[in-house]
């Protein structure tokens, strides 16, 4: 069982960035594979970006160029560093899990967050 904690969420301006946080616990984090995904009201949840046990990224294509995903397995967490914000990215950001590599659908992540708020103001 794995345990998954975001943090950071919050209102941001326009062009401003946010720094997210997902705190694992329960299982060998570096065993985990990590996504972020968010869902906006009326819509699917989708995969913003994603990294592998081995480091290996994924980025929407929305999130490339803005978004930047990291690890710290000393630290079980993971970051989704976000930049150059759009009032499109505001959602409901949700921490993923899987076991080694990434996917790219809600359905194969095993673990799930509560989920954190993004608000972008125009």
């Known amino acids: 069982q794995v345990q998954l904690v975001e943090s950071g969420g919050g209102l941001v301006q326009a062009g401003g960035s946010l720094r997210l946080s997902c705190a694992a616990s329960?299982?060998?984090?570096?065993?985990?594979?990590m996504g972020w995904f968010r869902q906006a009201p009326g819509k699917e949840r989708e995969l913003v970006s994603a990294?592998?046990?081995?480091?290996?990224?994924y980025y929407a294509d929305a999130a490339k160029g803005r978004f930047s995903i990291s690890r710290d397995n000393a630290k079980n967490t993971v970051y989704l560093q976000m930049n150059s914000l759009k009032p499109e990215d505001t959602a409901v950001y949700y921490c993923?899990?899987?076991?080694?590599?990434?996917?790219?659908?809600?359905?194969?992540?095993?673990?799930w967050g509560q989920g954190t708020q993004v608000t972008v103001s125009s």
């Open positions: 990294i592998s046990s081995f480091g290996t990224r």
């Open positions: 993923a899990a899987r076991i080694v590599s990434y996917a790219y659908t809600p359905s194969d992540y095993v673990y």
């Open positions: 329960g299982r060998t984090f570096s065993s985990l594979a």
